[in-house]
Each structure stands twice: as structure tokens, then as C-alpha cells.
């Protein structure tokens, strides 16, 4: 299966496949190209229709589904993206999120079935997540399958603080060496430094990491449901304070003082002779 190239923001991904791909109980070879859309640059089928067939996927997950109305669902989640086959225009998954000040929170996806999930969600995924202004709060095998791909959660806990406000608070967090780390495991691994507790509605207590790249400084390039972090300020270099007039010496201001001490000089040098002159006469 050939990858498509991962580009800095947020471009259309194509990709081509040829597998089998099952149609109710028939098996039938298709050539299929998986390419990325907004809903509204979908043609040949509703939007309703679209709405509909991405409100299913996410009630068929085996996670908890708490919104139990697609109206909902997309007032709740007002930005997407889905992947479907150019050739059929079979919708096949989608990744959805919501805009928050420090920009744009994946917090739901989904697909037809696992193979896609894992072959086109999961790149989708992870290519988002490293451009400026994408961040998801993960855990469970959707954290280990984005951490296979090589991507590493956030560790630094005034970030994670900023981000999430009241939802947590210092001993929340798991930094390195803690113990709990062994006890909330990622898999048959221990968590990973920088994940932390806190408490979901429905839920109760749960272990999360923040992945992506939160807009820290809030100012974005564009808007809606496309908008980036301008983070080209951020270089974290200090900068230089300008030494002010007082201290900060011209060359002018350098030969007006030699001239004062050379004159102060020369006076000192007459007035000892002009004294030696009239002690001699004395």
C-alpha cells in the first residue's frame, strides 16, 4: 500500500488500494482511491445522507457514545473530515472536532471497520496532530496505536495545566518516576510520563495523555474549522535589551570626555609651572 506524503498543514490525502472489500456477504475486488472531504465538498450524495451514515459509524464504536442524536452529534463536533472511495463515493470513516481557545480538539473518529481504521484514520490522525493548533486528550488503543506511529504525548505539566484548566490539578499529574504510572498501565506497559487523572462524566476516573500542539499564545492563522497556530514567534529566544543612552557611550560622547580631561590636564600642568616660577623668585 503506497502512503501519501505528510505535508506541514493540512492538505487533501490520497491514496490508492486495491483489496477486497466486503458488500453485505459478496466479496469484490475494487479499486478504490481513498481521498479526504469536508462534507460540503462531497457531490453525488446529501449531506444528510453523509450526516447520517458518519452518525452510525460513531453509535457502532465499542466505547462509550453518550450523543444519541446526529443533529447533536454535528452541533456538538461542527468540524470534520471524511475519507471515502473516489471510485463508489461509499463514505468509509471520519475524524471530527470541536474549536477551543487553544485550537482544535480531535475528540471523536470512526470508520466502516478495523482495516480502515488502522490503513487511513490512524495517518489522518497523527498527520493532524502535528500541525500547529490540533491536540487530543488519548488513552487506551487509540494512544497506542498513535504512539506506534512515533508520536509522543506532551510531558511538560504547565502546558497540560494551561490546556485543561480546572479539569486537573497538580497531583493529577503522572511526571516521571511516580508509581502510579505502574498501576495505570498503556497496554502491558507503564503509562507514560505526563499522563494524568482526571475525571469523565458517565465514566468516573481515567488516565489520558494530551498529544498534538496546542496554540499556547492563541493567535491563529486563518479561522473556522481551518485555522492553524502561529507558532513562527515562539522560538523561546530571548531577547536582547537595548542598553539605554546613559549607559551606552557614542564615540562623540567618548572625545567630548578625553577633551575634558585634556584640558583639565593642561590647566593643572600651567598652574604648577606658573608656582615654581614665583617660588624661584622668592
Given at each position: 500500500?503506497?502512503?501519501?506524503?505528510?505535508?506541514?498543514?493540512?492538505?487533501d490525502?490520497?491514496?490508492?488500494n486495491?483489496?477486497?472489500?466486503?458488500?453485505g456477504?459478496?466479496?469484490?475486488?475494487v479499486?478504490c482511491t481513498?481521498?479526504w472531504?469536508?462534507?460540503?465538498?462531497?457531490n453525488?450524495?446529501?449531506?444528510?445522507e453523509?450526516?447520517?451514515k458518519?452518525?452510525?459509524?460513531?453509535?457502532?464504536?465499542?466505547?462509550?457514545?453518550?450523543?444519541?442524536?446526529v443533529?447533536?452529534?454535528?452541533?456538538?463536533?461542527?468540524?470534520?473530515?471524511?475519507?471515502?472511495?473516489?471510485?463508489?463515493?461509499e463514505i468509509?470513516g471520519?475524524?471530527m472536532?470541536?474549536?477551543?481557545e487553544f485550537?482544535n480538539?480531535?475528540?471523536?473518529?470512526?470508520?466502516?471497520?478495523?482495516?480502515?481504521?488502522?490503513k487511513?484514520?490512524?495517518p489522518?490522525?497523527?498527520e493532524?496532530l502535528?500541525?500547529?493548533?490540533?491536540?487530543?486528550?488519548?488513552?487506551?488503543?487509540?494512544e497506542?496505536l498513535?504512539?506506534?506511529q512515533?508520536?509522543?504525548n506532551i510531558?511538560?505539566?504547565?502546558i497540560i495545566k494551561t490546556?485543561?484548566?480546572?479539569l486537573i490539578?497538580d497531583?493529577?499529574?503522572l511526571?516521571?518516576?511516580?508509581?502510579?504510572?505502574?498501576?495505570y498501565k498503556l497496554g502491558?506497559?507503564?503509562s507514560?510520563a505526563?499522563?494524568?487523572?482526571?475525571?469523565?462524566?458517565?465514566?468516573?476516573k481515567?488516565?489520558?495523555a494530551l498529544y498534538?500542539i496546542?496554540?499556547?499564545n492563541k493567535?491563529?492563522i486563518?479561522d473556522g474549522c481551518d485555522?492553524?497556530c502561529n507558532i513562527?514567534n515562539?522560538g523561546?529566544k530571548?531577547?536582547?535589551?537595548?542598553?539605554t543612552?546613559?549607559?551606552?557611550k557614542?564615540?562623540?560622547?567618548?572625545?567630548?570626555?578625553?577633551?575634558k580631561?585634556?584640558?583639565?590636564?593642561?590647566?593643572t600642568r600651567?598652574r604648577?609651572?606658573v608656582?615654581?616660577?614665583?617660588?624661584?623668585?622668592r
Amino acid at each position: 500500500m503506497s502512503k501519501s506524503s505528510i505535508q506541514s498543514k493540512v492538505p487533501d490525502l490520497e491514496q490508492t488500494n486495491s483489496e477486497v472489500r466486503l458488500s453485505g456477504e459478496k466479496k469484490t475486488n475494487v479499486e478504490c482511491t481513498y481521498i479526504w472531504r469536508k462534507i460540503s465538498d462531497i457531490n453525488g450524495i446529501t449531506q444528510e445522507e453523509i450526516k447520517q451514515k458518519l452518525f452510525e459509524m460513531y453509535k457502532s464504536r465499542p466505547v462509550l457514545t453518550p450523543i444519541n442524536d446526529v443533529n447533536e452529534l454535528f452541533s456538538y463536533y461542527p468540524c470534520q473530515i471524511t475519507v471515502l472511495c473516489s471510485e463508489t463515493n461509499e463514505i468509509l470513516g471520519g475524524l471530527m472536532w470541536w474549536q477551543s481557545e487553544f485550537g482544535n480538539k480531535i475528540s471523536t473518529s470512526f470508520s466502516k471497520n478495523p482495516d480502515i481504521y488502522k490503513k487511513h484514520i490512524i495517518p489522518r490522525y497523527k498527520e493532524l496532530l502535528e500541525t500547529p493548533g490540533y491536540y487530543a486528550e488519548l488513552s487506551e488503543a487509540l494512544e497506542y496505536l498513535i504512539r506506534k506511529q512515533g508520536l509522543d504525548n506532551i510531558k511538560n505539566p504547565d502546558i497540560i495545566k494551561t490546556v485543561l484548566g480546572s479539569l486537573i490539578k497538580d497531583e493529577d499529574i503522572l511526571n516521571e518516576g511516580d508509581e502510579r504510572l505502574l498501576v495505570y498501565k498503556l497496554g502491558r506497559h507503564p503509562s507514560p510520563a505526563g499522563s494524568y487523572l482526571r475525571v469523565i462524566k458517565g465514566v468516573g476516573k481515567e488516565r489520558k495523555a494530551l498529544y498534538g500542539i496546542p496554540c499556547i499564545n492563541k493567535k491563529f492563522i486563518g479561522d473556522g474549522c481551518d485555522r492553524i497556530c502561529n507558532i513562527t514567534n515562539m522560538g523561546g529566544k530571548k531577547k536582547r535589551k537595548r542598553k539605554t543612552i546613559r549607559g551606552k557611550k557614542t564615540r562623540k560622547r567618548k572625545r567630548k570626555t578625553y577633551r575634558k580631561k585634556s584640558k583639565k590636564r593642561r590647566r593643572t600642568r600651567r598652574r604648577k609651572r606658573v608656582y615654581r616660577r614665583r617660588s624661584r623668585r622668592r
